[in-house]
C-alpha cells in the first residue's frame, strides 16, 4: 500500500521533498470482524491549499474534533473512492463515496461519518472533487449565501482559474451579473474570457498597480468580491468597493506560508462604504448539499457549467501536484487520479 506521508513540517512555500512517497506492507482487503469503519479504495485525490495550513506542528488537543498533520503520518484530505469493505451500516461494498480520506491507496477510514455517498453516476467521477464535492459547496455557499448577489451587479473573483473560482465566475453570470476574475498567467486569463464565460479577466503578475486595473475593470466599483487570495489583491479591492457591497472572504491563499500574517491597510473603506466583509467555512453549510446537487446537476448534464480539471496521475504525482497549488501551476482544480 503506498502512501504519501508528512517528512518534516515545511518552512515558507512547501516543497515535494517535505513529503515522501513510502510503500507499506500490503493491505488486507477483508475487515476484521467487529471492526465499525470501512476500507475504501482511493481513485481521486484533491489537492486543496487547507492542506498547507495543517501543516504546521500543532500537538492533538483534547476534545478538539480538528487534527493537524504529524509526521511520518499519511496526509489527509478529500477523495472520491470505493469501498472494498464495510463493518459500518451506512456503506455497503462496492459504494461510491466522497469526502475525508488518506493520502494512499487503500485507506482504513474508522470513522467513516465524513464520507457522503455518491448517488448520481451519470456525471465524472472525478467531479465529486471538485464541483460536485467539496469546492463546489464553497462556492455555492460562498456566493449564494454570503454574497446575495442581484442581477447587474459587479462581481470581481481572485484565484479565479482555480477550483472554487471558475465556479464562482459561472455562478455569477448565471445570476446575470458583470463578472471580472484575476489569476496569474495569460493561459488563466484566456481560459477565463474564452472558455469560462468570464467578461473581462487579467494576469495580476502582470499589472503594475491593481487598484487602477480594477478602476479600469470596474468604473463604476465592485459590488462583490469573492475573496482567495488577500494581501495586496484585497487592499486594492477595498479602494474599488461600491456602497453596500459585499465581501465573501473564503480563503488567503497568500498569506498560508509565512509565519505571521502580513497586515491589510484600506480596512476604514469597510465603514465609509458600508461593505459587508464576512468569512465563512464551506462545512457550515454541508447540510444544504442535495440544495446544491439539485441546483448543480441540472446545468452540468445540460453543458452549462464547465469544469476544468488539473489531473495528474499516481501518488507518486502527488506531492508535486499539492505543491504547485502554491505556485499557481494547476488550471483548473487540481486532482490526482489513482484508479478507474
Ligand atoms: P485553486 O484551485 O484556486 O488553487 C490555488 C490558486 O491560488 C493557484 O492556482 C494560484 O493561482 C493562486 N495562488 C497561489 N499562491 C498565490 C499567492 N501568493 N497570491 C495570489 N494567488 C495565489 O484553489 P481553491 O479554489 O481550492 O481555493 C481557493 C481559496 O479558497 C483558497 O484560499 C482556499 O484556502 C479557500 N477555501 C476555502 C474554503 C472555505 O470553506 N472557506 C474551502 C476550500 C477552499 P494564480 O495562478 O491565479 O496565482
Known amino acids: 500500500n503506498k502512501q504519501v506521508i508528512l517528512k518534516r513540517y515545511p518552512e515558507g512555500l512547501p ?54 498533520y504529524a509526521t511520518d503520518s499519511p496526509l489527509f484530505g478529500y477523495g472520491v473512492g470505493k469501498v472494498l469493505d464495510s463493518g459500518h451500516p451506512d456503506f455497503k461494498q462496492g459504494d461510491l463515496v466522497w469526502g475525508i480520506t488518506t493520502w494512499e491507496e487503500y485507506a482504513l477510514l474508522p470513522k467513516p461519518q465524513t464520507l ?22 464553497t462556492a455555492y455557499a460562498g456566493f449564494y449565501k454570503i454574497c446575495n448577489p442581484k442581477k447587474g451587479e459587479n462581481v470581481f473573483i481572485s484565484a479565479a482559474a482555480g477550483a472554487i473560482g471558475q465556479l464562482v465566475g459561472q455562478f455569477a453570470k448565471l445570476s446575470g451579473c458583470y463578472v471580472v476574475g484575476s489569476a496569474g498567467s495569460k493561459e488563466k486569463v484566456k481560459l477565463l474570457k474564452e472558455k469560462l464565460g468570464f467578461d473581462d479577466a487579467f494576469n495580476y503578475k502582470e499589472e503594475k498597480d491593481l487598484k487602477a486595473s480594477l478602476k479600469r475593470c470596474f468604473p463604476e466599483g465592485i459590488d462583490i468580491y469573492f475573496e482567495n487570495v488577500g494581501g495586496k489583491t484585497l ?51 454541508l447540510h444544504k448539499y442535495s440544495e446544491y446537487l439539485d441546483f448543480v446537476l441540472p446545468h452540468i448534464r445540460q453543458g452549462k457549467f464547465v469544469y476544468v480539471e488539473d489531473i495528474a496521475h499516481g501518488l507518486d504525482s502527488a506531492p508535486s501536484a499539492l505543491v504547485g497549488l502554491f505556485l499557481g501551476r494547476n488550471v483548473g482544480k487540481q486532482l490526482i487520479h489513482l484508479s478507474d
Open 116 to 137: 457522503i455517498k455518491i448517488l448520481h453516476t451519470d456525471v465524472p467521477l472525478s467531479y465529486y472533487a471538485g464541483i460536485l464535492g467539496m469546492p463546489g459547496m
Open 235 to 285: 487592499e486594492a479591492v477595498l479602494l474599488n468597493m461600491r456602497q453596500f457591497g459585499r465581501i465573501a472572504v473564503c480563503g488567503m491563499i497568500s498569506q498560508y506560508n509565512i509565519d505571521e500574517e502580513e497586515g491589510v491597510r484600506n480596512l476604514m473603506q469597510l465603514v465609509s462604504k458600508r461593505v459587508r466583509m464576512e468569512g465563512f467555512n464551506c462545512l457550515d453549510h
Open 15 to 68: 516543497k515535494e521533498d517535505d513529503m515522501e512517497v513510502i510503500s507499506t506492507a500490503a493491505i488486507k482487503l477483508k475487515l476484521p470482524d467487529g471492526y465499525g469503519g470501512i476500507l475504501v479504495k482511493n481513485l481521486y485525490l484533491s489537492c486543496d491549499p487547507f492542506q498547507r495550513t495543517l501543516m504546521r506542528h500543532v500537538p492533538p488537543s483534547a476534545g478538539s474534533a480538528f487534527h493537524f
